[in-house]
């Protein structure tokens, strides 16, 4: 790839070792100085005109930048905050991401990262004590700024989640097709329709869509409690419960991380079936990169709060730019690996969320890191056409 000439890299080196930056305008200002399309001649002139139009390589991120066709949602500079008695944890900040009708958007990144509260962000589920900014579009409304009864509206049936342990998400003293049929009702409760729906009709809506999630003699299971199903079923009857009321988007935080290997298969299985089927966009939760590369359109992976790098699914997997996905990989065993050796990580650990470094979140762990990292956190800008990335340091050494 190539952002910037020989000697434009070499003036753009020595800039980097003499600029002093100290806020993240001062990153920008020096990459919108130095990256731009290959073909023009002056450093400098990037600067001129509309530098910060869509497409244009090395321009700030904005959520249009990315997505090619309209955004389902629009998730635009996102923080999250908690008062603690250690202080302010800042567990999500400077987040922004868009989704498609029918784009599954991989989210990775390790624990603590800041995924699920970006997603219970999301559906307006974070206890009261978060402090929340920025804006969340979904289908022209922002979330964040909807009243109460038009949000009930909007979860299930515009957007619904899938939980990570279907045993604590489910009631364990409730038979399963009770539950199925109750988020039915409530959605029937929380719609405009004035047609009130029946406990037997729910009831049958219910056992459809068990049998739509591939649950065998979905009639008789539906009487089950969760304790009779196993961990496999559960998750079934959990995905049940997000599908039966037709979201348009479905958050699936962590769904398989609780299955063994084959029923995780299955479970993949069957969400990339409903995704074409009810043409359904997700956001699709994951520690775990496998995983998420078998779903995802597009992937973003976070970092302490951050989101780092974001890209089409094959660039992010083949062609990582940020130091931190390239570490992520690395530590991802294969087929090939040697397993007489020890499985790589990511040496150090994340900043503590209730005090975050001014400069890159990363730089502590970094083996690309310069002294400049340190001053300011860098912006997301776009490294190829869909790919952005939140390290300017390594896209000067990726030319
Ligand atoms: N109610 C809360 N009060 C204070 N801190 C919180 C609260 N909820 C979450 N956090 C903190 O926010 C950070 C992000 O948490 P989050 O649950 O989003 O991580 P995650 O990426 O989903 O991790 P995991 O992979 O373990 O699920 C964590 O440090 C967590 O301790
Ligand atoms: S090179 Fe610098 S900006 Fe890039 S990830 Fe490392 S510390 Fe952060
Ligand atoms: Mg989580």
Same mark, same amino acid.
């Given at each position: 790839?190539?952002?910037?000439?020989?000697?434009?890299?070499?003036?753009a080196?020595?800039?980097?070792?003499?600029? &002093?930056?100290?806020?993240?305008?001062?990153?920008?200002?020096?990459?919108?100085?130095?990256?731009?399309?290959?073909g023009?001649?002056?450093?400098?002139?990037?600067?001129?005109?509309?530098?910060l139009t869509?497409?244009?390589?090395?321009?700030?991120?904005?959520?249009?930048?990315?997505?090619?066709?309209?955004? =389902?949602?629009?998730?635009?500079?996102?923080?999250?905050?908690? +008062?603690s008695? /250690?202080?302010?944890?800042?567990?999500?900040?400077?987040?922004?991401?868009?989704?498609?009708?029918?784009?599954?958007?991989?989210?990775?990144?390790?624990s603590?990262?800041?995924?699920?509260?970006?997603?219970?962000?999301?559906? !307006?589920?974070?206890?009261? @004590?978060?402090?929340?900014?920025?804006?969340?579009?979904?289908?022209?409304?922002?979330?964040?700024?909807?009243?109460?009864?038009?949000?009930?509206?909007?979860?299930?049936?515009?957007?619904?989640?899938?939980? @990570?342990e279907?045993?604590?998400?489910l009631?364990?003293?409730?038979?399963v097709?009770d /539950?199925?049929?109750?988020?039915?009702?409530?959605?029937?409760r &929380?719609g405009? $329709?004035?047609?009130?729906?029946?406990?037997?009709?729910?009831?049958?809506? +219910?056992?459809?869509?068990?049998?739509?999630?591939?649950?065998?003699?979905a009639? !008789?299971?539906a009487?089950d409690?969760?304790?009779?199903?196993?961990?496999? /079923?559960?998750?079934?009857?959990?995905i049940?419960?997000?599908?039966?009321?037709?979201?348009?988007?479905?958050?699936?935080?962590?769904?398989?991380?609780a299955?063994?290997?084959?029923?995780?298969a299955?479970? =993949?299985?069957?969400?990339n079936?409903?995704r074409?089927?009810?043409?359904?966009?997700?956001?699709?939760?994951?520690h775990?990169?496998?995983?998420? $590369?078998?779903?995802?359109?597009?992937?973003?992976?976070?970092?302490?709060?951050n989101?780092?790098?974001m890209?089409?699914?094959?660039?992010?997997?083949?062609?990582?730019?940020?130091?931190?996905t390239?570490?992520?990989l690395?530590?991802?065993?294969?087929?090939?690996?040697d397993?007489?050796?020890?499985?790589?990580?990511?040496?150090?650990?994340v900043?503590?969320?209730? +005090?975050l470094?001014?400069?890159c979140l990363?730089?502590?762990?970094?083996?690309?890191?310069v002294?400049?990292?340190?001053?300011? =956190?860098?912006?997301?800008?776009?490294?190829?056409?869909?790919?952005?990335a939140?390290?300017?340091?390594?896209?000067?050494?990726?030319?």
């Open positions: 790839m190539h952002f910037i000439f020989s000697p434009q890299r070499a003036l080196k020595e800039e980097l070792r003499r600029t &002093d930056f100290t806020t993240a305008s001062d990153w920008q200002g020096f990459l919108l100085a130095y990256h731009r399309p290959c023009s001649d002056s450093p400098k002139g990037a600067n001129k005109g509309n530098a869509t497409g244009d390589r090395g321009t700030r991120f904005s959520p249009d930048t990315i997505s090619p066709v309209p955004d =389902l949602l629009a998730v635009e500079n996102l923080r999250v905050e908690f +008062a008695p /250690q202080g302010v944890v800042c567990a999500v900040r400077e987040v922004s991401f868009c989704i498609a009708a029918r784009e599954v958007l991989g989210l990775v990144g390790e603590g990262s800041g995924k699920s509260v970006t997603s219970m962000a999301m559906l !307006r589920l974070l206890p009261p @004590q978060a402090r929340v900014s920025g804006s969340i579009h979904f289908e022209g409304n922002d979330l964040l700024r909807l009243p109460e009864p038009a949000m009930r509206g909007i979860r299930g049936s515009g957007i619904a989640m899938i939980f @990570q279907p045993m604590t998400a009631n364990p003293v409730m038979r097709g /539950q199925v049929a109750e988020a039915v009702l409530a959605h029937q &929380d405009k $329709s004035s047609k009130r729906m029946t406990k037997q009709v729910a009831g049958e809506r +219910a056992v459809e869509a068990l049998r739509t999630v591939a649950i065998p003699d009639e !008789r299971r009487r409690y969760p304790y009779q199903l196993s961990g496999g /079923q559960r998750q079934r009857v959990m049940a419960m997000a599908i039966v009321n037709r979201p348009r988007l479905l958050i699936a935080d962590e769904p398989t991380t299955l063994d290997v084959t029923i995780q299955e479970v =993949l299985e069957l969400l079936e409903l074409e089927k009810f043409a359904l966009a997700m956001l699709f939760i994951s775990d990169l496998a995983v998420v $590369s078998q779903v995802s359109d597009r992937v973003a992976v976070m970092y302490a709060g989101l780092v790098e890209g089409r699914a094959e660039q992010v997997f083949h062609n990582p730019m940020h130091p931190y390239r570490g992520l690395k530590a991802v065993p294969n087929l090939h690996s397993r007489s050796q020890p499985l790589r990580t990511i040496e150090g650990t900043p503590p969320l209730t +005090a470094p001014p400069g990363f730089e502590p762990r970094c083996g690309w890191r002294e400049r990292c340190a001053e300011a =956190l860098p912006p997301l800008v776009e490294v190829a056409p869909d790919h952005v939140r390290c300017p340091v390594i896209q000067l050494e990726h030319h």
